[in-house]
């Protein structure tokens, strides 16, 4: 929707990669045809899918049989195209079984080499209208690693609701954050305004992929979208499968803290439970 705005030389091409989860689809017709998609779009630095793109987020009956490891097709799809494209793909999530038989929400970032850069396992699993926080585990690390967006941390969909897991990326560091997600159309326009407000409050750049299409009879919102660290939106897509481009200059979030300094004074945040519950009420 939006034009990508001019950058430097030195800027980063980051690809949205908004793609669908019809039932129709097996997760082995899924993986291979974002794989053709991925690779019929060359040139981007980085690439970002959704959240449970390859098993289908609303799929919760299917989620025991379709849970894969790092080793697993979906991961192996992003190896090959990583290096195929000499670009780092953020594979959004699967449906990640870990070594004791837990279940996760589990993002992967991979590099050019074709080796996994960051994990992220869903901190915030969702209840409202949905299993996933029946089936599975949260996870409990938070990490901050270097990629061609800066310092970049992941979240998930429903994690755009707790400020407080974004303060901490923010304190550890995080020049960026990537979010693939599977929100509802129903409640796009709180997509459009925890993006933006995430962004404003850390300063930081807020990539966040969103499915499309229709999932077991729930409308899926896309709108995936690039918001730069002083809350522009520099790209957006609309309601159906694309892939957008947008060129970012990776150097503005330093620019941005420069020029209007809001995190020196921020509190630490074990500051808030020691302030006075006093109201400062007149009484008679």
Known sequence: MATPVSAPADSV???LVQVASPDSESRDERIA???????ANPGADVY??????SAGYFSFDAYDALAESLDGPTVAMGRRVAAALDAWIHLGSIVERDPSGRLHNTAVLIAPSGLVAQTYRKIHV??????ESELLTPGETLSVVSSPLGATGSTTCYDLRFPGLW???SDRGAEAVVVPAAWPAARRE????LTQARAVEHQLWVVAVNACGV?????LGGSSRIVDPSGRVLAECGADEEVLRCRIDVGLTAVVRAEFPVLGDRLDRSAY???STASGEETA
């Open 167 to 169: 303060q901490e990326l």
């Open 126 to 131: 969702f209840g409202y209208q949905s299993l």
């Open 190 to 193: 709180h997509w459009r305004l």
């Open 273 to 275: 439970p020691g302030l």
């Open 48 to 53: 970002v899918l959704p959240e449970l793109w």
């Open 13 to 15: 091409d980051v690809a």
């Open 215 to 219: 999932q077991r009879g729930v409308e």
């Open 33 to 39: 045809r974002v794989e053709a998609l991925l690779l």
